[in-house]
Nanobody
Framework: QAPLVESGGGLVQAGGSLRLSCLASGRTTPRHTIAWFRQAPGKEREFVLAHFRGGSRTYYSDSVQGRFTASRDNAKNTVYLQMDTLKPEDTAVYYC???????????????????WGQGTQVTVSS
């Protein structure tokens, strides 16, 4: 199976926007939950949001609710993370991850996902 591939990271000023993409070939069916995580230097990997089971519902972390938006284009096998009103504390490597077996109670745990991309760096300057 083709690897997950994230793109779209970069350097942006606080208050700006970025859109990340995750090419998830063969993983955009209703069986698949696709999530975004992030990891800042010296910190644990943190849940950002998840398209639960094909996008039937999207769950957000409190820290990004209202600023980040998830979307997907199944024809392109791609999910997107639109990040607005970025803050310096959003600086991290962002990863997409996929699972076919995650349940709601474990949705936010990195260990629930076995399939990960290589990550893309997002840096927000103050």
């Amino acid at each position: 199976q083709a690897p997950l591939v994230e793109s779209g990271g970069g350097l942006v000023q606080a208050g700006g926007s970025l859109r990340l993409s995750c090419l998830a070939s063969g993983r955009t069916t209703p069986r698949h939950t696709i999530a975004w995580f992030r990891q800042a230097p010296g910190k644990e990997r943190e849940f950002v949001l998840a398209h639960f089971r094909g996008g039937s519902r999207t769950y957000y972390s409190d820290s990004v609710q209202g600023r980040f938006t998830a979307s997907r284009d199944n024809a392109k096998n791609t999910v997107y993370l639109q990040m607005d009103t970025l803050k310096p504390e959003d600086t991290a490597v962002y990863y997409c991850a996929v699972s076919t077996g995650v349940i709601l109670s474990t949705l936010r745990r990195p260990e629930s996902y076995a399939d990960w991309g290589q990550g893309t760096q997002v840096t927000v300057s103050s």
